[in-house]
Each structure stands twice: as C-alpha cells, then as structure tokens.
C-alpha cells in the first residue's frame, strides 16, 4: 500500500466542493477577529449543532480556541473578495466595513446568504486541527446563490 503524502491527501479532498464562510467573534480584549473557513458542516437538528475547525498553525488558533462565542457567515456567489480578505493574515480584516454588534457582543459582517450566530459547546483537538462545535442560538438567512470552493479555486453554482 503506497503512502499517502499530504499533497495526494490535499488534491483528493480538492475534489469535494464545499461553500465558503467567514468565522467571526472577539479575543479578550474585545478586538473583532475572523477567518475564512471552508471546513463547516450541520451535526444536529436538536440540538442545531454545527462544527467548523481551525488549523493548529493559524495565527488566530488561539484567540479563536479561546472565544466563547461565534458567527458564521455562509458566503454568496458575489463575495468572493471578502473571502479572500479573511483569508488573509492581516490585522485590518475589518477596516472601512459595517459590523453591527450580536449574541455576546460577536462582530457580525453585513455580506452573507446566512448567519449563524452560536454558543461554542465543545472543541475537539484531532491531527493538526482543532474542531469548534457550536449551538446555533439564532439564524438569519436571506436568498442567493452560494460561494463553493472546488479543486483550489472559487466556482459558482449553475442554476
């Protein structure tokens, strides 16, 4: 049986489409802080549980591990760039956008198809990830097409 190597690992996992978010809460200095994430996925109806999980590595590992609370925001077609801005390792990810204020003071952005604005519950470390599970304590969810992210790149839905 050959090895499986990391980059054999990523280029077949490249093949699942997945929708794009934004992960959002405040460290303890109550500065907003967020990420793009693309691993997301429901756990359960009752309780609406839902995960997301975060790179050991990531700058932001910690004060994300630590948060209490978190949004999601599930990205539309049309948000491509705001993706790539939280994508990055930049401390200005917030600058010059409208952010109103949620559950628990969370950083809510303006630009979704969803929102989901959850209690953190539980965090399983697991290889070189940590996964955040959170209850989902409200939703707002408005009508448009999804941003999915398949084999590295942005796509779009065709309807």
Known sequence: MAK???QK???AL???ATGVTIITA???DGVPIGMTANCFAS???DPPLVMWSIDNASPLYDELAAASHCAIHILGDDQQALSHRFAQDADDKFNGLSIRSGIADLPL??????LLQCEVVDRHKSGDHLIVIGQ???IQHESGNPLLYFSGEYRRLRT
């Open 43 to 45: 756990i359960s109806l």
């Open 14 to 16: 490249g093949q699942f």
């Open 26 to 28: 405040r460290n303890e």
């Open 109 to 114: 952005l303006d630009q979704h198809i969803t």
């Open 136 to 138: 989902a304590l409200d």
């Open 9 to 11: 690992f990523r280029l």
């Open 4 to 6: 499986i190597t990391q």
